[in-house]
């Protein structure tokens, strides 16, 4: 019976601060959210900007015409010089691909080497990598996409099945030795389906049966110091051959940090919305509070009469809102569960939280809702008592 008084006595001092509450979850919803998905979205982005080749430098020889002369000899040059930690040549052309259901997809058909997992990023999830052997030998082996495999056969794994690459005038088998992890399609939703799905093959291959006559160009990565582009330059230059031409040098994890930014500011600013939630949830905090005085105005004039100091009176409205603020924050953490539960179900979504920057929002909502129910409790406790138990 006493635990009953207690919760109603409880609710009732609560209930003026509801539109507090209220404030204080969507703040810290707001704000958790924003924080995790931006982060989220910058992994996922970053991973598909791994997978396309964009963490390490590109580089092509052009004649005097402007006409791509990256060849064999280019690639072991720049693979057999110091500091170079990885390289493959890169054979890209559109191809189209049919299956033995008769399912036919339009990808992008990449010539790579066995390096070509240290640079691009690929995780091999099924089956196996293009050996040393497969580019020996020119053989007729590819990976695909995980995504390829999920649209065409609703599973991710199926090494072992034989496709129709079809490339220029060239149509010929192809088997499946490996499945690559599937990407986010970010970049897809992005480009309005620009980037496509890709199947990788030996460079060899590639070659054969494109129409190009070398490569399109040779991705490397360095060792922990770096690659001093000048430096590998002049060392090219060095070649009597390369010296009529032109080689073309692109830091692609430079295009990688300036993507960097571009999710860094579209993070700013909706962080900035979040703090601007966190502004409303403090205005709604005083008017909250405002709200309590004016629907105890009676009792804070019993009270005083009583002999309530100004200081009881103050604390009493204080620790309400701050009480309010806590409720919130906890159906604030219920509702992060739901949707992280709700985006992981749906939509394959895991979210990644940064723990310091939500101690740090919650710490920030706690002391706020303290700087801005004090103002209007210390007024509540200058009132006079006869003014007060006037109500009407």
């Not at 015409?65 to 170079?84: H, L, P, Q, W």
């Not at 691909?97 to 992008?108: H, K």
């Not at 070398?214 to 000048?230: K, R």
């Not at 009597?240 to 930014?261: A, C, G, H, V």
Request: glycine share 6%; charged share 20%.
């Amino acid at each position: 019976m006493v635990n009953k008084k207690i919760l109603k006595r409880w609710i009732k001092n609560i209930a003026p601060f509801k539109a507090a509450v209220a404030a204080v979850a969507v703040s810290v919803v707001a704000s958790v959210l924003v924080s995790a998905v931006s982060e989220s979205g910058k992994n996922i982005i970053s991973s598909e900007m791994d997978a396309m080749g964009l963490n390490g430098i590109a580089a092509a020889v052009y004649n005097k015409k402007g006409e791509n002369k990256t060849d064999v000899d280019f690639y072991n040059s720049i693979a057999d010089m110091e500091k170079i930690l990885s390289a493959t040549p890169v054979i890209t052309e559109k191809t189209e691909i049919t299956f033995a259901n008769g399912t036919v997809m339009e990808t992008m058909g990449w010539g790579i080497n066995e390096q070509a997992a240290d640079i691009v990023s690929l995780e091999i999830t099924h089956g196996r990598m293009i050996y040393e052997n497969d580019i020996k030998s020119n053989a007729f082996v590819c990976l695909i996409d995980e995504n390829i495999a999920d649209k065409v056969y609703k599973r991710s794994n199926i090494c072992g099945k034989r496709i129709y690459v079809h490339t220029g005038e060239n149509t010929v088998p192809f088997t499946i030795v490996g499945m690559v992890r599937k990407g986010s399609n970010v970049l897809n939703s992005f480009t309005g389906g620009l980037v496509p799905d890709f199947i990788y093959m030996p460079y060899t291959t590639m070659k054969s049966l494109s129409s190009k006559g070398g490569f399109d160009q040779i991705i490397f990565t360095g060792e922990d110091t770096g690659v001093d582009i000048p430096e590998l330059k002049e060392k090219l230059n060095e070649s009597s051959r390369y010296r009529t031409q032109t080689i073309s040098f692109t830091n692609l994890s430079q295009q990688k940090e300036q993507i960097d930014k571009i999710v860094d500011t579209a993070f700013m600013s909706l962080f900035i919305v979040s703090c601007v939630a966190m502004l409303v949830c403090s205005i709604s905090v005083t008017s909250s509070v405002n709200t309590a005085v004016i629907a105890k105005q009676k009792d804070i004039g019993i009270k005083m009469s009583m002999g309530a100091g100004r200081g009881d009176i103050a604390a009493e409205f204080m620790v309400s809102a701050v009480i309010s603020c806590f409720l919130g924050i906890s159906i604030a953490v219920f509702m992060v569960i739901v949707a992280t539960a709700v985006l992981k179900a749906f939509f394959d979504i895991c979210l990644k939280f940064d723990y310091t920057l939500i101690a740090v929002t919650v710490s920030v909502t706690i002391i706020l809702t303290a700087i801005f129910s004090f103002l209007p409790s210390c007024r509540a406790a200058d009132m006079p008592p006869i003014k007060a138990l006037n109500r009407e």
